[in-house]
């Protein structure tokens, strides 16, 4: 009876023990997404920076009046 108990005490606190590995690695694998997801928006900050960068309002504009002075060509012809 006494070896009955002392068991089932035993099964108890590796049952425990499970459930905590289990909730740890459910932790870490959560940690490990966010940080993918912090390094994704970092990049995309980076790389939207530095198209802006790139673009001028002013080249932006000349490019749209060519366009249009192209395709007023175009009707034209």
């Known amino acids: ?3 009955k108990k002392l068991y089932e005490a035993k099964m108890e606190q590796l049952g425990n023990f499970e459930l905590q ?3 740890q ?3 870490t694998e959560g940690a ?3 940080t ?3 390094d994704v928006l970092r990049k995309s900050a980076s790389a939207l ?3 802006q960068q790139s673009m001028n309002v002013d080249d932006i504009e000349k490019n749209i009046e060519k366009m249009n002075e192209h395709s007023e060509n175009m009707k034209q012809i």
Do not use: E
């Open 36 to 38: 993918d997801i912090v």
């Open 49 to 51: 920076k530095s198209n």
């Open 1 to 3: 009876m006494k070896k």
């Open 25 to 27: 690695i459910t932790m």
């Open 32 to 34: 490990k997404a966010t």
């Open 21 to 23: 590995i289990h909730d």
